[in-house]
C-alpha cells in the first residue's frame, strides 16, 4: 500500500506526484491489529473462567452422580463415571432421616433472618439519621463483634444458656443466631441508610412525624432492596451453621439439618449414595434462593450496602 502527495513545485506551479511509502509504519497495524489482539485475549481469558468453573463444579459433579448411583456403582475408580442406572431411592431414603430436622433448620432459620434483620434495621435508622452523642463508638463497638470468633465464647456462651433455661432449644439458638447477626445487619442498613437524602427525613419531621412514624412510613418502603441483602445473608448463615448447633443442642430431636446430615453416616458403613442425597437435600434451600433472588442480592448491595 502507498499514498501519493501532490507537491507543487516552485519552477513550473505543476503538481508534481510524489509517492511515499507507509508500508511497515506503525499505523498499518492500529484498529485491525489491535482488534485481533483484543479477540485472542478475550478467548483466553474465557477459557481460564471455564477452567476455573469446570474446577469448581467439579465436587457438585461427583455428588449429583453419586446420589443417583445404586450401592454397587460406588466405588473409588467408578467415582467420576456416570450412573448405570438412575437411582432415586437415596433421596428417599435421605429424606426419611432428615425431614425431621429439615423443619427444625426452618423454623430456626426464618425467624432469626426476619428478627436479626429487623433489629439491624432499626439500628441503622439511628446510628444513621438519628445521631446522638458517641453514635460513632457505639456503632464500631457493634461492628467488633463481627470479629470476635465463635469458638472463643463458646463455653461462656454455654454457661449463659444454661442459666436461662435455654440450652438444648430451637428458642435459644435462635436468640444466639438473632444475637450474632445484628452486627452486619447493622453495618448494610446503617450505610444504606446513608444514602436516602436527610432533608426528605426533614421535611417529614416538619409535617409532626415522630420516630416511629418517619421509619414506617418512609424509610421501610425504601429499605426493600436493603431487606433482600439481609435475608438472603442471613437466612444463609443460620442455615449452614453447625458449630453453634453442634454446641447448645445436645438432643437429636432438636438438631438442624446441618448436624442431622453429620450425623446421616453409619459407624462402621457409609451408604455414601444416601450421605450425597442428604448433603443435596440440606443444600437445596439456600441453592433456590440464589437462584430465584440472586440478581436482587448483587443489585441489593451495589444500591445500598456499599455506600456511605
Known amino acids: 500500500m ?33 482488534g485481533a489482539r483484543a479477540r485472542i485475549t478475550r478467548v483466553l481469558l474465557y477459557a481460564l473462567l471455564f477452567l476455573f468453573a469446570l474446577w469448581y463444579l467439579t465436587p457438585i459433579y461427583v455428588l449429583l452422580v453419586t ?10 475408580d467408578k467415582m467420576w463415571m456416570l450412573p448405570t442406572s438412575i437411582n432415586l431411592g437415596s433421596f428417599a431414603s435421605a429424606w ?43 456503632f464500631t463497638l457493634i461492628l467488633f463483634g463481627m470479629f470476635i470468633p465463635y469458638q472463643a465464647i463458646l463455653i461462656p456462651l454455654t454457661q449463659i444458656m444454661s442459666n436461662i433455661g435455654l440450652y438444648g432449644s430451637l428458642q435459644g439458638l435462635m436468640l444466639v443466631h438473632i444475637i450474632y447477626g445484628i452486627p452486619i445487619t447493622t453495618l448494610i442498613f446503617r450505610n444504606y441508610y446513608a444514602a ?21 412510613s418512609i424509610l421501610l418502603p425504601l429499605s426493600a432492596s436493603g431487606f433482600v441483602v439481609v435475608l438472603i445473608w442471613q437466612f ?7 458449630l453453634f448447633a453442634v454446641t447448645l443442642i445436645p438432643n437429636q430431636a432438636n438438631w438442624p ?8 453416616s453409619g459407624s462402621m458403613i457409609t ?15 439456600t441453592l433456590l434462593i440464589f437462584i430465584i433472588l440472586g440478581r436482587y442480592f448483587v443489585r441489593g448491595l451495589l444500591a445500598g450496602s456499599l455506600k456511605g
Not at 501519493?4 to 497495524?29: H, M
Not at 444463609?236 to 453447625?242: A, E, H, L, P, R
Not at 455414601?272 to 434451600?285: D, K, R
Open 2 to 34: 502507498s499514498s501519493i502527495d501532490l507537491v507543487v513545485t516552485a519552477e513550473d506551479e505543476q503538481p508534481a506526484p510524489v509517492r511515499r511509502s507507509t508500508t511497515g509504519g506503525r499505523g498499518s497495524r492500529g484498529p485491525h491489529s489491535r
Open 236 to 242: 444463609n448463615s443460620v442455615w449452614n451453621d453447625f
Open 67 to 76: 446420589s443417583m448411583k445404586g450401592s454397587s456403582d460406588i466405588t473409588p
Open 196 to 216: 436516602i437524602p436527610t432533608e426528605l427525613l426533614e421535611a417529614a419531621k416538619v409535617d409532626g412525624a415522630g420516630f416511629i412514624r418517619v421509619y414506617r
Open 271 to 285: 451408604d455414601w449414595n444416601v450421605q450425597m442425597a442428604g448433603a443435596l437435600i440440606a443444600a437445596l434451600p
Open 257 to 264: 439439618v446441618t448436624v442431622a446430615l453429620n450425623n446421616l
Open 96 to 138: 426419611a432421616k432428615l425431614s425431621p430436622n429439615f423443619i427444625n433448620s426452618l423454623v430456626l432459620a426464618v425467624p432469626a433472618a426476619i428478627l436479626s434483620s429487623m433489629v439491624g434495621s432499626l439500628n441503622g435508622y439511628v446510628l444513621a439519621k438519628w445521631k446522638f452523642r458517641g453514635a460513632d463508638t457505639v
